[in-house]
């Protein structure tokens, strides 16, 4: 079959379109949720064809659209006053309500159920093409069944070119996600599928309603689902989609310990440079709307990128952000994968950072040791170490080929510029190191992890770490104990201090200050760590 195209949309076109409708035909016509492929909703055979196009299980019923009030009665043997409510309040818009179904809607629209699902979209097209109809329209979204919904005209063609008669080009779908599902055959009424009608908003109309767990968990096996859409698999990419939880830097971490040729990630705006694998981005973290907006037609353009497997920042569940949640909680069959706190630990020499990282040890942190990280990074043999002796000159190895620390600290603390060049070369090495160690590691036992380096502003490494720990003390308690550990002059001591950045530097940058010295506990200190 030829499918037509309408790109006009002007009235000789939306009359082609609804006349193609009348004669039990199927067109795909733009909402503002997404696209939906539309039939005649009192003509059985014409729904029958929608979900062989669309390659649907028969038992997953559809949405009737109206595009005026009146339409509603008689389509279901009662109206009841809470739904009436929603429909002053959110009609035309993206809610559909399941009330009991009258005799004559077409047992292929509801197949075994005893309820039918209505909406008016407010889409001006989808509302005149109704109207020029004069029927209501069954239509579920316009995707091949499993595939993400589309929300523009060419994601309908891409998979139902050649499967239907027409479609629609009314540009792109505003809302992004299918409308929100709601039934009130029961009492109180039942979220079903999140969308753009938020939770919130429904409440403001209707007190208190439940939410059915399945949208936000997996049905268990055997559990009939409220809505059947709710048992399929939905919304995928043909990539493999991981949810991943927690900050940027958590992100990054498994990023950059799990990922393989062929991944990419889908992430918020901003984060594309620093993810580390090639990512697409779906909005700003707090603009939901926008993620709802474009969230599957960027699902669809990993398949075009030939992604293979597909992690995702997970965004906020609140508000719209349910809905955006919930279709990807789908995408990924429910897999979600949650990379361990990261905290970095710094502080000024003297103030007690082992003592921390022992005292976090003992509290079941791993504890990633800096020093350790920094000599395993320059062993005899190892590419740093080859890479060093190559920039500042082979006098910094012994005969045996092992590192003179003194010699290399003389070259690269020389100047900036050197001391640049050291970085450059050690700090990759030694953040790759730690991931390894982290790797390794790391057992579901442990409470996360600890990274403890006395240079962590200035290393890649704190990227990775959600929050910095910065343990302090006063000058005079740090000099005094620093003489008593390594037994050096108070001259020696003071120079050591003062080549080290002030305090206030590192309080900037703290997310938890631990003062370590008295009159305060060290254990109250950590107590919410
Ligand atoms: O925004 C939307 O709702 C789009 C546009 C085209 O309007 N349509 C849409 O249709 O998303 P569809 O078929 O992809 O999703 C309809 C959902 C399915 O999960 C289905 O199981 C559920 O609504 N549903 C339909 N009738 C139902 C009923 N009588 N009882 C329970 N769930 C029902
Ligand atoms: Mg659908």
Redesign the pocket.
């Known amino acids: 079959m030829k499918t037509k195209f309408y790109e006009k949309c002007d009235e000789t076109e939306l009359l082609e379109a609804a006349q193609i409708l009348k004669d039990g035909g199927l067109v795909a016509i733009p ?1 503002e ?4 492929l539309a039939a005649n909703a009192y003509n059985g055979d014409a729904v029958s064809r929608v979900f062989e196009a669309k390659g649907r299980p028969t038992d ?4 009737v ?1 109206i595009s005026s009030i009146e339409e509603i009665y008689p389509l279901v043997t009662d109206f009841p006053e809470k739904a009436k409510a929603l429909a002053d309040a959110f009609w035309p818009g ?1 809610l ?1 309500m ?1 009330l009991p ?1 009258s005799d004559l809607v077409p047992r292929q629209v ?1 197949p075994k ?1 005893e ?3 209505v ?1 008016m ?1 407010s889409h001006p097209v989808a509302k005149r093409i109704i109207e020029l109809a004069g029927v209501p329209l069954a ?4 995707n091949s069944s499993g595939s993400p ?1 589309p929300t523009t005209a060419q994601h309908v063609l891409h998979d139902l070119d050649g499967k239907i008669n027409a479609v629609v080009d009314g540009g792109e779908c505003d809302v992004g996600i ?2 929100t ?1 709601i ?1 009130l055959a029961t009492d109180p009424p039942r979220l ?2 999140p ?1 753009g009608i938020t939770v919130e908003q429904l409440e403001s109309v209707l007190g208190h309603i439940d939410v059915d767990p399945a949208v936000i968990s997996e049905l268990a096996e055997g559990v009939a689902p ?5 048992k399929y698999k939905h919304y995928s990419p043909r990539a493999e989609v991981y949810i991943v939880e927690g900050s940027l830097e958590s992100f990054r971490f498994l990023i950059d310990s799990e990922a393989a040729e062929g991944d990419m990630a889908l992430c918020f705006n901003g984060e594309e440079a620093s993810v580390g694998i090639p990512s697409l981005p779906f909005g700003d973290v707090d603009d939901l709307e926008a993620q709802a907006h474009l969230l599957f037609a960027e699902l669809r353009r990993f398949d075009d990128l030939g992604a293979k497997r597909v992690f995702v920042r997970a965004p906020s569940s609140e508000g719209v952000g349910l809905g955006v949640y919930n279709r990807l909680l789908r995408a990924a069959a429910f897999k979600i994968l949650t990379p361990p706190v990261i905290y970095g630990l710094t502080g000024q020499t003297g103030a007690g950072k082992s003592t921390v990282a022992k005292e976090l040890e003992r509290k079941g942190y791993l504890i990633v040791d800096g020093d350790v990280a920094a000599r395993e990074v320059v062993r005899k043999g190892s590419p740093v170490l080859t890479e060093l002796a190559e920039v500042f000159g082979s006098d910094i190895l012994d005969a045996d080929g092992e590192l003179i620390r003194a010699a290399l600290a003389k070259k690269a603390f020389a100047n900036e510029t050197e001391r640049q060049k050291l970085n450059a070369i050690t700090h990759p090495a030694v953040t790759r190191w730690s991931i390894d160690f982290i790797r390794k590691n790391l057992t579901d036992s442990h409470k996360g992890v600890v990274i403890d380096a006395a240079a962590i502003f200035d290393s890649d490494i704190r990227f990775y770490c959600t929050e910095m720990i910065v343990v302090t003390a006063p000058e005079s308690e740090r000099l005094e104990r620093i003489l008593k550990r390594d037994g050096i002059t108070h001259e020696a001591a003071m120079l050591r201090i003062k080549a080290q950045k002030d305090e206030q530097y590192y309080k900037e940058r703290a997310d938890i200050l631990v003062r370590n010295y008295a009159p305060y506990n060290l254990a109250d200190e950590l107590d919410s760590l």
């Open positions: 909402t949720t997404v696209y939906g997953n019923p559809m949405i659209h993206p559909t399941i179904k509801a159920l309820t039918v699902a909406r979209p239509a579920p979204s316009a919904s299918e409308s599902v039934t079903l599928r969308g409220a809505s059947p859409g709710m």
